[in-house]
């Protein structure tokens, strides 16, 4: 029934594969009709699995790439824009892509990479305290993830506010910053439709990530204090069905934001316990929560570590010092003369 609605609406998901077990399923590419052509919500990743699902999904749709005339692009993840220059390719004529500002550097041929990135990046993860053997493996994890996505030559701007009309939708751009700076859902209010990309995902917290300013700034945002608010915003629109960047569409967005809001401060209790127990660096919450995480995650579990830390942070719960090159973390002293 569901996928019949979004039919009649001009709306086709193509769930395509993706090699990352914690992504919580495939990641979709939505088919929006336009008069005289397509708009797409996402490009997939960049793998031979992938494009070759790609393109018998779109077989299976009965639709062309030559009659895609725009393509939308909710986030800089590569499993989100990966396939884009070869959707350009096989449409054989230029296509309009456009994202967020503060994703562009993701996904811009003319920004630098992580590769170029990467000393920024480990000085900051040394400065958490991740032992140097540990970096080479977040190192290696990194590089590897970009051979799944080809950067893109010309990306233009995705304001937010703006309204993306399409034969039967008006698609409104809402900015939800947290598991990208720039990430970006499309709210249809009329039908009650929210593309969510992976700010919203109904089995599965998305990770949020360590990022730096481009001369390697700390603290230009805290991507998990950024995406509660944002889950705040989604919470006070009014939405029937969710249609997420992995997994099937689904309803009742309040109670899967309760359910990330329950799990998220479950884990800062957590963190507050060992903190208790004495101050900590990063690295050392990181293993704390995460004993087994296998080398390719390593990543992962420290910006979600991080993450956790800067919301008790930006609640005045932790404070950290840089001591011998090296932040520890540690539970807030009471201020004088304050209620117990």
């Known amino acids: 029934m569901t996928e019949a609605r979004l039919a009649a609406l001009g709306v086709t998901r193509l769930p395509l594969p993706v090699p990352f077990p914690q992504a919580g399923g495939p ?6 009709e336009e008069d005289g052509g397509l708009l797409l919500f996402d490009a997939g990743l960049g793998t031979a699995e992938a494009e070759e699902a790609l393109g018998e999904g779109f077989a299976r749709a009965g639709r062309r790439f030559d009659e895609v005339r725009r393509i939308v692009l909710s986030h800089g993840h590569v499993d989100h824009f990966g396939a884009a220059r070869s959707i350009l390719e096989r449409a054989g004529r230029p296509i309009e892509v456009r994202v967020h500002p503060a994703d562009w550097g993701k996904v811009a041929a003319a920004a630098p990479g992580m590769r170029e ?6 000085a900051h993860l040394a400065r958490l305290g991740v032992p140097e053997a540990v970096l080479a493996e977040v190192a290696r994890e990194l590089g590897g993830g970009f051979t799944f996505a080809r950067r893109l030559e010309a990306v233009d701007p995705l304001v937010p506010g703006e309204v993306l009309r399409t034969r039967h939708l008006a698609l409104e751009v809402v900015h939800m910053p947290g598991h990208t700076p720039g990430l970006c859902g499309l709210y249809e209010r009329r039908h009650r439709l929210f593309f969510s ?7 599965v917290s998305p990770n949020p990530l360590i990022e730096l300013g481009p001369r390697g700034e700390e603290g230009r945002f805290r991507p998990l204090v950024a995406y509660l608010d944002s889950l705040e915003t989604l919470r ?11 997994g099937p569409p689904f309803g ?5 934001i309760d359910g990330l809001l329950q799990f998220y401060a479950r884990r800062q209790e957590k963190v507050s316990e060992l903190l208790a127990e004495g101050a900590r660096t990063g690295y050392e919450v990181t ?3 995460f004993p087994r995480t296998a080398p390719g995650d390593l990543f992962l579990a420290i ?13 005045g719960l932790v404070t950290r010092a840089l001591e011998e090159g090296v932040y520890r973390f540690s539970l807030a002293l009471p201020k004088v003369g304050a209620a117990p």
């Open 27 to 32: 990641v979709n590419v939505y088919l929006v």
């Open 117 to 122: 990135l990467w000393p920024l990046y480990g």
């Open 197 to 203: 990309a992976d700010h919203l995902l109904e089995k």
């Open 236 to 246: 006070r629109l009014e939405v029937d069905l969710v249609l997420p960047g992995h």
């Open 252 to 256: 009742d967005h309040r109670r899967v």
């Open 287 to 289: 293993r704390a929560l």
């Open 303 to 315: 910006s979600e570590a991080v993450a956790n830390l800067e919301v008790l942070e930006a609640r």
